[in-house]
């Protein structure tokens, strides 16, 4: 991994009253830009192939110039063209997966957040050591010839989804799973799914106070999965098990939700938990940030993934949300994003947010 010396070094060199944010055209680009243009910054979309036509329809949204490279493979060569900007990469899901957490990790350009995250996010064993001592209740892991009733199996790494799958017993595990790649098996939760969105700064000192810094909770979704909330409109599971149809997963889109206020000092102390157990573990996430969790009918919150950078879910709220409201009119994560760049600009402490 780059060298925290090395970007400083890097950061050195910038004008910092003329900063540019850049990111991949893909995910939650179109907040990102937004949020950045709002903020003042200037805007780098990075393009695999032509630069998206539909970027043209959203004005606000449309970065102020491309640099278009033919695979993500090759993103990390255009730091050349990156630094003399003044560029501040912003990554979301889509840039860290397709590129490689390797590759990403060496990237010369000074990046928001902290890459140690990555480690600890992409190895879902590393992840449920990070969760569980935070004091997190997660579903339990079960080993494959323990199945007794159904579970959830996942591959590693941020796939949207893709792959993912249920499985009732040993067979059943055996006959789906694909034992090229890396996978955890936990216990299926039944309840209601809620994606919550956090910002942690290391920098702010006004709110929802930390050991160090501030947390924020911005907004909440939940997920929409290619067949998976659909498909029992045909029939029974059995049913649709006869007819050879099978539940899957694959994140298509997202849709707004809100909890009971009751809620919200669990909900608060979860995100508070994962983010002191951060900074003892490897100096801090920072920024957004969201726990995937299930609701259960009594009230339980078990979290079953953390995603450490921006997701696609708060692209609901480019706007705001009904608690981002309460912070400030129009904030979405992008800009808070942005806003926080800001921050470290005027405190002098970039070097806080960035690696």
């Known amino acids: 991994m780059i060298t925290k010396e090395h970007i400083s070094d890097i950061l050195n060199g910038y004008d910092v009253d003329n900063l540019t944010i850049a990111t991949v055209c893909s995910h939650s680009s179109l ?9 003042g910054f200037k805007t780098i979309g990075i393009c695999v192939g032509n630069p998206p036509r539909f970027y043209d329809a959203f004005p606000k949204a449309k970065p102020d110039e491309y640099i278009v490279v033919e695979t993500y493979q090759d993103i990390p060569d255009i730091a050349s063209e990156l630094v003399p900007k003044n560029t501040i990469i912003v990554p979301h899901g889509s ?21 140690a995250v990555l480690e600890w996010e992409s190895d879902r064993v590393k992840e449920r ?3 569980e001592g935070a004091g ?5 892991i079960v080993k494959p010839e323990e199945i007794s009733g159904p579970v959830m199996v996942k591959y590693h790494g941020a796939k949207g989804g893709r792959g993912f799958f249920v499985a ?5 595990f055996i006959e789906k799973v694909n034992p090229n790649e890396k996978y955890s098996i936990q216990e299926f939760i039944v309840g209601t799914r809620y994606y919550l969105h956090f910002f942690y700064s290391p920098i702010k000192t006004e709110g929802y106070r930390l050991s160090t810094g501030t947390l924020e909770m911005l907004s909440m979704d939940r997920r929409v999965e290619s067949n998976a ?3 029992f409109r045909l029939g029974s599971p059995r049913e649709l098990e006869e007819a050879g149809i099978h539940p899957t997963y694959v994140v298509t889109g997202n849709v707004p939700l809100v909890a009971r206020e009751s809620m919200l000092p669990h909900i608060f102390s979860l995100g508070e938990k994962v983010v002191e157990e951060s900074l003892k573990l490897f100096g ?8 995937e969790t299930v609701f ?9 993934e953390i995603s450490a950078r921006i997701v696609a879910g708060t692209n609901l709220y480019t706007s705001g949300s009904p608690y981002a409201d309460l912070i400030e009119s129009n904030l979405s994560t992008g800009r808070r994003i942005a806003q926080e760049i800001k921050l470290g600009v005027s405190l002098n402490q970039l070097d806080m947010i960035l690696s």
């Open 95 to 115: 840039f860290v997966e397709y590129l490689g957490a390797d590759k990403f990790t060496e990237m010369a350009v000074p990046t928001f957040g902290n890459r």
């Open 31 to 39: 907040q990102i830009f937004d949020g950045a243009r709002k903020e």
């Open 284 to 291: 801090g996430m920072i920024g957004p940030f969201c726990l």
């Open 136 to 140: 997190i209740h997660m579903p339990g």
């Open 296 to 304: 259960t009918d009594k009230l339980e919150i078990k979290v079953f």
């Open 168 to 172: 009732k017993n040993f067979e059943e």
């Open 229 to 231: 909330d659909e498909i």
């Open 129 to 131: 050591e990070w969760l």
